[in-house]
């Protein structure tokens, strides 16, 4: 079975600071993480994703993720936050080597990104 | 081109009310999903359908139904609305690597 856990259900950076944002994965297989961000009263969309190529991931607007296995963490980061990154974040876990994949996501409860001017 | 697009965006009916949510996507995916995102935002799935065969049912009450005419087609048929189905209800199209997701219906039961 897999799951994720974001750590923080809502953080706050001043614009220009680091952003990090905490994901934490479980699965009995090999998984493919994916970082979603929702903009208010928006659908999801795709950041980044990590499906077992490199374990440093770039994604759109600036923003990257590293898988790190041994740490079973897939976090969120982007140098210098800028005011239109405020938005809902998710992170999320299929399992694609499992029998009868689907390739469902599992999400995290979501973190709200608030950056100050 | 709206990659997957949902109608409608809005839907406000009463309690016992029977109500449809459509899905269309031009993406050529097999595959297509309902999510459910609740009013703490939390995102769970409800169903898949792989080229209008349905492959993931999730435990949702059987007041819900998919149906899938094609592979680019994805509908949800709610019956006997209840107020704790208000949600945002989301629509979704790829496969294990990928999924893009549709602009969402919120859907309020009065």
């Known amino acids: 079975a897999q799951s994720v856990t974001q750590l923080g259900s809502h953080v706050s950076v001043s614009e220009g600071a680091l952003v990090l944002l905490r994901c934490n994965y479980s699965?009995?297989?090999?998984?493919?993480l994916f970082w979603y961000v929702q903009y208010p009263n928006q659908g999801l969309q795709l950041l980044l994703k990590y499906t077992s190529a490199a374990t440093l991931v770039k994604g759109i607007n600036g923003f990257e993720a590293e898988f790190k296995k041994s740490e079973t963490s897939f976090h969120l980061t982007k140098p210098s936050a800028h005011m239109s990154d405020a938005a809902e974040y998710f992170c999320a876990v299929s399992a694609p080597g499992t029998s009868g994949n689907t390739g469902k996501l599992i999400f995290g409860q979501g973190t709200t990104l608030q950056v100050k001017p | 081109d709206t990659a997957v697009s949902q109608t409608p965006k809005y839907l406000v009916t009463q309690m016992g009310n029977d109500k449809s949510i459509k899905c269309e996507q031009n993406?050529?995916?097999?595959?297509m999903y309902w999510y459910k995102q609740d009013s703490k935002k939390f995102l769970k799935i409800m169903f898949s359908y792989n080229n209008k065969e349905l492959i993931i049912n999730e435990t949702v009450p059987n007041r819900f139904s998919p149906k899938s005419p094609d592979k680019a087609h994805l509908n949800l048929h709610i019956n006997s609305l209840e107020l704790g189905d208000s949600a945002v209800y989301f629509c979704?199209?790829?496969?294990?690597?990928?999924?893009?997701f549709g602009p969402g219906t919120r859907l309020t039961v009065l």
């Open positions: 699965s009995s297989v090999p998984p493919y």
């Open positions: 979704a199209s790829g496969g294990t690597d990928t999924q893009y």
């Open positions: 993406l050529g995916h097999d595959t």
